[in-house]
């Protein structure tokens, strides 16, 4: 976990939900930072994010980041795990000179 994370953390449990920007002003990060990060604590499962219409994503802090900033949770026993490989995505064995 990185230190803008905690801080992304505190600022929505202080103040609760908000755009990326908006988290972004607080935290003196790029709205690019905080939407990557966002999206690595939302599959980590400590913020999660409402869909607003197709453009605006916002993003509220989980009872797992709550616990963390309570000190009650290891961010190291909570890490995303990575999405399964689509199957067009896989290279047949022939390409690398199996088969």
Not at 53 to 60: D, H, V, Y
Not at 83 to 93: A, D, N, Q, S, V
């Given at each position: 976990m990185e230190s803008v994370d905690e801080r992304i953390l505190e600022r929505l449990a202080s103040e609760g939900d908000g755009t990326a920007f908006a988290i972004s002003l607080d935290v003196d990060r790029t709205r690019?930072?905080?939407?990557?990060?966002?999206r690595v604590l939302a599959e980590a499962e400590f913020v999660?994010?409402?869909q607003r219409?197709?453009?605006?994503?916002?993003?509220?802090i989980s009872t797992w980041g709550l616990l963390y900033?309570?000190?009650?949770?290891?961010?190291?026993?909570?890490?995303p795990v990575?999405?399964?490989?689509?199957?067009?995505?896989?290279?047949?064995?022939?390409?690398?000179?199996?088969?």
């Open positions: 690019f930072h905080v939407l990557h990060r966002c999660e994010r409402e219409g197709q453009l605006e994503e916002r993003w509220a900033l309570a000190g009650e949770l290891d961010a190291d026993l909570r890490r990575p999405g399964m490989r689509p199957g067009g995505r896989i290279r047949p064995g022939w390409y690398a000179g199996f088969g």
